[in-house]
């Protein structure tokens, strides 16, 4: 019937036909009042419309990008200190009976330590940091034979002996760990160790803190890793005991990851498609930020305590999350809290100038993201995770293409953590200062994320990855060239390394999500951080004991292991310009 018989009808007649009432009444009932979301399939579906509507790249998601943002200073601070708070001072053996003996005019360990020349071939030699002269020290000191300069009668042909005791040399460090508990000579690894138990509690709380945000919220698990942050941070300032010092350093890291990554996902999980990457790769800008402000505080408190104080005390600013980090609207509304998460929408909308569905189509939504959540809930049970993630496991290795391209990309990222953290390390190999060289480890990082932005778009992932693990193994490599002397031209080397391993880091991190079916995304993921984990506890080991080699010795290593990365990501299919595969079947349908 037409809109002008319509009029006609209700102007001819004072009451409706009873017949054309109720077809009027059954056609509205068969048309679907929410047919714009037909298409809708998914709870994510749901919320982004939800999003749209809202605003998804506004005022307030910007304001949410500062506020999660800003923890990656503190977890900065704390996954770099170890290179001022365990650095090595230059040492040599402490004699006890040469105390008494202070002259201006002569070295004593010209008589009492062995001279060695430099072990990376360099024109300078250098004191002994393990042995000294095994001579009768206390009877020589009493006798009265060492009261005046030169000693012409000591014998020259004399055994050497392992340190008991050292001396530091204070210039450059007041205190360190290596000072306090002698983690020199034989107990150098344990040195080493102090980056590496760090690292296992970052992959920990990766681990344990993510499962944990997912049941009991973002914003609950964010505020208790604040709070234990910041407790076990500053009770490391105050530990008196070797095993005490890495166990709080532990949970410094698990905490930590806690903190990071929860704060991670909220931001992701309240932004829109279209900002998504680029908040996605500013996120890392302010560990960057961290990065930079490290060397600068370090250089003016040198005592490891202090410092170590000073780098936690200011985490303290993390408590006022519990005012400013509101819950994640996206987890509300899948765990049922509908009022909670539509209040934080409101407040998203208002502040972006946006506005909520109608009543009728947030009701709606809210029952789409509410009944896919049930279905996930009912799928899930906590063995059936424990199943699904080793029958996950195995799906990445089971057929041909996903084999090789896994364990392709778990290489790259292990090469790509180890050699960030390995270069960042390296400075004393190279007779660099450490404040310089990790200065610049992080200011070359904010750069490297924005070469990234746009080499992706023009050149994709496969050569972006290539390319970029081979320009840095070829920098690494070409430190071989170089004599120790030329440090600026080392550290210029080193930087340049750095620069490019940064921008691979932000590469392999979006490849490795790109080149695995939906179903076992996560897991996929999830096992390349692992790996990267593992490089980054190897690098200290590296830095520390085959420098002690030959300086050239770490950076050859970090290049060589660059370079295969690179070639092996030839290997690789480009990802950037196809639809994401949804079964392993379409992995296996391709050339590669």
């Not at 979301?37 to 910007?62: C, D, K, M, P, T």
């Not at 590496?196 to 009991?216: N, Q, R, T, W």
């Not at 996605?280 to 961290?290: E, K, T």
């Not at 790996?531 to 010795?553: E, K, W």
């Amino acid at each position: 019937m037409s809109k002008d018989s319509e009029t006609k009808v209700d102007v001819t007649r004072n009451e409706p036909d009873p017949d054309e009432a109720e077809v009027t009444k059954a056609a509205l009932l068969l048309k679907d009042p929410h047919e714009k979301y037909a298409h809708i399939s998914s709870s994510s579906e749901a919320f982004e419309v939800i999003l749209q509507s809202v605003g998804g790249n506004g005022r307030w998601q910007w304001q949410m990008f500062f506020i999660t943002s800003f923890c990656g200073v503190f977890t900065a601070f704390h996954n770099l200190a170890a290179a001022f708070l365990a650095a090595t001072p230059d040492h040599w053996c402490h004699i006890a009976e040469l105390d008494r003996f202070n002259s201006s005019s002569f070295d004593y360990r010209n008589i009492s330590i062995p001279w060695v020349t430099d072990p990376d071939g360099g024109s300078e030699g250098r004191y002994s940091s393990c042995e000294y002269y095994d001579r009768d020290w206390e009877g020589l000191a009493s006798s009265g034979a060492l009261d005046n300069p030169p000693f012409p009668d000591l014998p020259a042909n004399v055994s050497t002996k392992g340190c008991e005791e050292w001396t530091f040399d204070h210039s450059i460090y007041k205190t360190t760990v290596v000072e306090e508990w002698e983690l020199v000579c034989n107990m150098r690894y344990l040195m080493s160790t102090v980056q590496s138990i760090y690292m296992a509690g970052v992959l920990i709380g990766a681990v344990a803190l993510s499962e944990l945000s997912d049941k009991f919220g973002r914003r609950t698990i964010s505020l208790w890793s604040a709070v234990g942050f910041l407790l076990s941070s500053v009770a490391v300032s105050f530990t008196t005991h070797y095993v005490a010092f890495i166990v709080l350093r532990f949970f410094v890291a698990a905490f930590g990851s806690g903190l990071f990554l929860p704060c991670f996902v909220l931001l992701m999980e309240v932004v829109g498609p279209e900002a998504r990457t680029i908040m996605g790769m500013l996120f890392q800008a302010f560990f960057s930020v961290g990065f930079m402000l490290l060397p600068f505080i370090a250089y003016f408190v040198r005592e490891w305590r202090n410092l170590q104080l000073c780098i936690s005390v200011s985490s303290a600013l993390l408590l006022s999350y519990y005012w400013i980090l509101p819950e994640s609207p996206r987890w509300l509304i899948l765990q049922g809290r509908y009022d909670e998460a539509v209040k934080v929408l409101s407040a998203a909308a208002k502040t972006n100038g946006g506005c909520l569905p109608e009543t009728e189509d947030m009701d709606y939504l809210l029952g789409k993201m509410k009944n896919g959540c049930e279905k996930k809930k009912e799928a899930e049970s906590f063995f059936s995770k424990i199943i699904g993630a080793c029958k996950g496991f195995m799906t990445l290795l089971r057929t041909p293409n996903m084999r090789r391209r896994c364990l392709i990309i778990f290489f790259a990222w292990f090469v790509v953590s180890m050699v960030y953290y390995g270069l960042t390390f390296s400075g004393g190999n190279i007779n660099a200062s450490i404040y310089l060289m990790v200065f610049f480890s992080g200011a070359v990082e904010i750069p490297s994320y924005l070469l990234v932005v746009w080499t992706l778009k023009v050149y994709g992932r496969r050569l972006n990855l290539c390319a970029l693990f081979i320009i840095c193994g070829t920098a690494c490599l070409l430190i071989l060239a170089v004599p120790k002397e030329q440090v600026w031209l080392n550290l210029t080397l080193a930087t340049v390394g750095k620069f490019f391993n940064s921008s691979a880091f932000a590469v392999a991190y979006i490849f490795s999500a790109e080149l695995v079916p939906t179903g076992v995304r996560n897991i996929s993921v999830g096992t390349s951080s692992m790996c990267a984990r593992i490089g980054s506890g190897i690098a200290p080991f590296i830095v520390d004991l085959m420098g002690d080699l030959h300086y050239t010795l770490p950076s050859t290593v970090f290049g060589l292991l660059s370079v295969s990365a690179g070639l092996l990501a030839l290997l690789l299919p480009e990802t950037s310009k196809i639809r994401l595969p949804e079964t392993v079947d379409e992995v296996e349908a391709l050339p590669r």
